[in-house]
């Protein structure tokens, strides 16, 4: 398979007509795994939900390209089919719609009419990733996301990434809210997936999470722009020493807190 | 003098009617009575519904003359969809007003279960059916259209289920609508003490849009600790003035389950009552309904509990789009000494459209402290962030609004107890929906 690139550029996007993102610029191809840190309300989860297409959150200015596709012209399912996956943070639940039928329509609008996965190859894929997900095999026959813990909702975000192999996955705080044995789970399944097919945005809070997936980069956001690039090792001073001696470093006046958004699923 | 009905079915033509059909005296004095109250009572009143300017007495031909050709091999496809010819051991199915095929296992007869067409039935087991035909759970003069039904009915069925007999595979009736002449059904179901019995019906129409009337009563009576789950898909044609009543009465420790499944296409007035009559009676009514076109609906879904401890829950999900209306009325009824009783209703409505319009009443009626009651009720929109995030795994827009909507139904659809007619409804939500 071809290498795919993911190219934002000059991003600004708007909530409710106030301005979030204020001039993003990354660009993420296949075999990569970036991270993107910051302390709060910095904008990172809006940059997941404007990649992906989120009804609420405006483009106001830039691009975002996959493989010289404009992504931010097509609609959300069109840009998953493209080969982006969001691994969100707070999943709907959708009520009557089991995980299986949910998991299998969602592969089969990927791979097209007469050309449908058949029932035995996804079943059987069905349980290999939920076994080393370790996740209950009645999973499968839940309704989508309702009545999960948090932690199988973070898992069953991982499950839908693992079966749809997409190229370029964004992971929205994917370890919030789990325990360490549930964050390694998670982290397994991720690193199951590092190909040269694959590249991956892991949005996080915490250095925790990079103990157990090994980022090539790691990105700085504050005030809505990613301020800093480096390798893992940035990961590891942020963790020591956290984020005022970047603040310092770029002049950077507190007011991450007057940044704070509601953070929509 | 009658306003309502026409002319030639007067006093004496109700006369002659049953009298062409040999009833019993009881019968015929039952009709005659009804058929003097019919203008002297009042339409019924659903509720947020204005239902005076719809027809649904008037007609020009009381019973159809034309039979079907051939046995049930002939029907149509769509009929045919609904029945497992080689293995429905237990199946009464008729055509218009008249019956054309009926069985019922051996092994069942030998236990006195009974599974006749109405008429057979008043007949053969007249004292049985006169016991509980419109005596317990409907009455002829409720109001006009419980009257013009006992004076004027023209078909149903009679299912009996003697005391302590476990009848294990569902029983099905399928009512076929076809000619212009009004259907006029009675469904009998009683189950004796400690017995138990599925039963599951269809009402379909063959053609795809007609002018005519059908008013169907079934009374449904679960007698001491008897169990009752009674499925029901309708599918009657654009045009089609559907006045439905379906009553239950549970006994002490009796179980009524409703599955209904009500898919017309023409305007519809439903009432779905379950009376808990005796003490740790239970009843369960879930119902899906569809509106589409510009079709208006109302569906009066009604527990009353009298009996100590008694337990009722109402569920009813509903999806409306085009310039269709549906409303939802759920009524919670606890009497004086029903104590310790549980009234729980849910009601639901999904709105496709702009011009669609959607109710939900819930009402509880609480007469008796040491009781438990409650409800919900929401009417809304498919809500865009449960699109998104469907849509964000590569599912089309039209194919996760489709998702939304049978996940909306599931709750009622997964209950209906024969795989065929579950099959079948789940068919008609896909066409109705698209």
Not at chain 1, 246 to 253: Q, R, S, V, Y
Not at chain 2, 135 to 159: I, M, P, Q, S, Y
Not at chain 2, 230 to 249: H, P
Not at chain 2, 313 to 342: P, R, T
């Amino acid at each position: 398979m071809a290498s795919s690139t993911l190219i934002i550029k000059d991003l600004h996007v708007a909530v409710e007509g106030k301005e979030i993102l204020k001039g993003v610029n990354l660009e993420v191809k296949t075999g990569e795994f970036h991270a993107i840190m910051g302390p709060n309300g910095t904008g990172k989860s809006t940059l997941s939900a404007a990649i992906m297409g989120h009804p609420k959150y405006e483009v106001t200015k830039g691009t975002v390209t996959l493989d010289g596709q404009d992504v931010l012209e097509m609609e959300v399912d069109e840009r998953a089919r493209a080969g982006l996956f969001l691994a969100m943070q707070y999943p709907s639940e959708i009520s009557g719609v089991t995980n299986a039928d949910f998991l299998r329509t969602a592969i089969n609008s990927r791979r097209g009419e007469g050309n449908e996965i058949p029932l035995m190859p996804f079943i059987k894929k069905l349980d290999q990733t939920m076994q080393l997900l370790e996740m209950d095999v009645n999973m499968g026959q839940r309704y989508v996301n309702e009545g999960f813990s948090g932690g199988e909702k973070k898992r069953n975000e991982i499950l839908q990434l693992m079966m749809l192999e997409p190229k370029i996955a964004i992971l929205d705080e994917i370890d919030s809210g789990l325990d360490i044995d549930a964050l390694k789970v998670v982290a397994k399944g991720i690193n199951s997936m590092r190909n040269e097919n694959f590249g991956c945005i892991i949005i996080t809070h915490y250095q925790r999470l990079l103990n157990y997936i090994t980022p090539d980069y790691v990105h700085v956001m504050m005030q809505g722009r990613i301020v800093k690039s480096g390798g893992p090792e940035l990961a590891l001073r942020l963790e020591a020493e956290g984020y005022d001696w970047i603040k310092k470093e770029l002049g950077i006046e507190d007011e991450t807190e007057d940044e704070e958004v509601g953070q929509e699923a | 003098m009658t306003i309502d009905v026409q002319n030639p079915f007067d006093q004496k033509y109700v006369e002659s009617f049953s009298a062409g059909r040999s009833e019993p005296e009881w019968l015929k004095t039952f009709r005659l009575n009804a058929y003097e109250r019919i203008s002297q009572l009042e339409l019924p009143k659903p509720d947020k519904t204005k239902i005076d300017k719809w027809n649904f007495t008037r007609f020009t031909e009381h019973v159809s003359e034309k039979a079907p050709a051939g046995g049930i091999e002939q029907l149509p496809e769509k009929v045919k969809s609904l029945i497992d010819l080689e293995n429905a051991k237990n199946l009464y199915v008729q055509y218009d007003q008249q019956p054309i095929y009926a069985s019922l296992s051996k092994e069942l007869a030998d236990q006195g279960v009974i599974f006749t067409d109405i008429l057979t039935a008043v007949k053969e087991h007249g004292d049985l059916v006169k016991k509980y035909f419109m005596t317990e759970a409907v009455k002829a003069d409720d109001h006009r259209l419980t009257a013009f039904h006992a004076a004027l009915f023209n078909g149903g069925a009679f299912l009996y289920i003697p005391k302590n007999v476990q009848v294990e595979e569902p029983v099905q009736a399928v009512y076929i609508h076809d000619e212009n002449a009004p259907l006029i059904n009675h469904v009998l179901v009683v189950a004796d003490d400690n017995s138990s019995v599925t039963y599951v019906e269809n009402y379909i129409s063959l053609r795809e849009a007609s002018d005519g009337i059908v008013n169907i009563v079934s009374e449904v009576i679960a007698n001491t600790n008897a169990k009752i789950v009674y499925g029901a898909v309708e599918t009657l044609a654009k045009g089609v003035t559907a006045y439905v009543n379906r009553r239950g009465v549970a006994g002490k420790d009796a179980s009524i389950q409703w599955a209904l499944g009500l898919m017309n296409d023409g305007n519809t007035v439903s009432e779905n009552v379950t009376l808990l009559v005796g003490d740790g009676s239970y009843g369960d009514t879930k119902t899906v309904v569809v509106g589409r076109g510009e079709q208006t609906q109302n569906f009066t879904t009604k527990v009353i509990h009298f009996g100590k401890a008694s337990e009722g829950f109402i569920l009813q999900h509903g999806v409306v789009k085009d310039k269709s209306s549906v409303v939802f009325n759920g009524i919670g009824k606890i009497e004086h000494g029903a104590s310790k009783s549980n009234a729980q209703q849910e009601s639901r409505v999904l709105m496709l459209s702009e011009k669609a319009r959607g109710d939900a009443n819930p009402i509880l009626l609480i007469d008796e402290d040491d009781v438990l009651a409650g409800h919900a009720a929401s009417v809304g929109r498919v809500d865009p962030i449960q699109l998104y995030y469907l849509m964000s795994r590569g599912i089309p827009k039209a194919e996760a609004e489709r998702l939304i909507i049978h996940g909306f139904l599931a709750p009622v659809v997964n209950q209906l107890p024969i795989e065929g007619v579950k099959k079948q409804l789940i068919e008609v939500i896909e066409r109705k929906v698209k």
